[in-house]
């Protein structure tokens, strides 16, 4: 018998891939639910192994729906995917049972390796890298136009950062040169990355922002022969 899988969320491409990845997989039926009521109502009429909340922003506000569902007596294990951590994402996740934050972008092996796990009810720890939060002024240059443009990091992390600019729009799938001066160890850094998700307004500031993942050398290259 397949465990069964509600997913909240928009419904849009990103929420019904997640639930064509589940059910490919073989071990999920997966439900997805575009608003609160709707996901009681499921989870009311039938009984839920794991529920995924597929959300932008981590707050502490967003996911009170899970800890009330949990006060209703639901008690399954509680699967967050979100772009955005704030800094007291893990305080939160401290005080929440059974519950892990997957952050975006993800590798779908992940998404069903963590499922498979919080189902049967094994220890999961966080596996996300920790995001430091700074203000450190950063110079981009695109690959494609080879365009500068001055920015600065509001968080950073062993695989990415979070990086608001003024200028015109980056695109999803952009490839960056950025160099980052960390003026507290007095050391300049220089990484590879590409843009995997972006906003409109920054949420430090009015700017826009991009998500940027660190990759090596070759993918840049491999990245913009397939745009060629």
């Not at 994402?89 to 997957?102: A, F, K, Q, R």
């Not at 999803?172 to 001066?181: A, D, H, S, T, Y």
């Amino acid at each position: 018998m397949k465990d069964r899988v509600l997913i909240i969320g928009r419904k849009n491409e990103e929420s019904l891939q997640i639930v064509k990845q589940l059910a490919d997989d073989g071990l999920f039926e997966a439900d997805l639910a575009s608003t609160a009521p709707e996901a009681i109502d499921k989870l009311t009429r039938s009984k839920c192994e794991l529920l995924i909340m597929n959300i932008e922003n981590f707050t502490k506000k967003k996911v009170q729906l899970a800890q009330d569902l949990r006060g209703l007596g639901h008690l399954m294990p509680v699967l967050v995917l979100a772009k955005i951590i704030a800094p007291n994402t893990y305080d939160i996740l401290s005080h929440m049972p059974s519950t892990v934050l997957l952050e975006k972008p993800y590798e779908l092996k992940d998404l069903t390796g963590l499922s498979e796990k919080l189902i049967d009810g094994r220890i999961v720890k966080q596996r996300i890298f920790r995001r430091f939060y700074t203000e450190e002024e950063a110079h981009l240059e695109l690959f494609k136009g080879g365009t500068s443009i001055q920015s600065k990091v509001r968080n950073l992390s062993k695989g990415g950062a979070f990086i608001e600019y003024k200028g015109p729009p980056i695109s999803v799938g952009e490839m960056l040169r950025v160099n980052i001066e960390l003026k507290k160890v007095e050391r300049r850094y220089e990484f590879n990355a590409k843009v995997v998700w972006s906003a409109k307004v920054s949420p430090w500031g009015e700017d826009p922002g991009v998500g940027i993942q660190f990759i090596k050398s070759g993918q840049v290259y491999q990245n913009l022969l397939r745009k060629m």
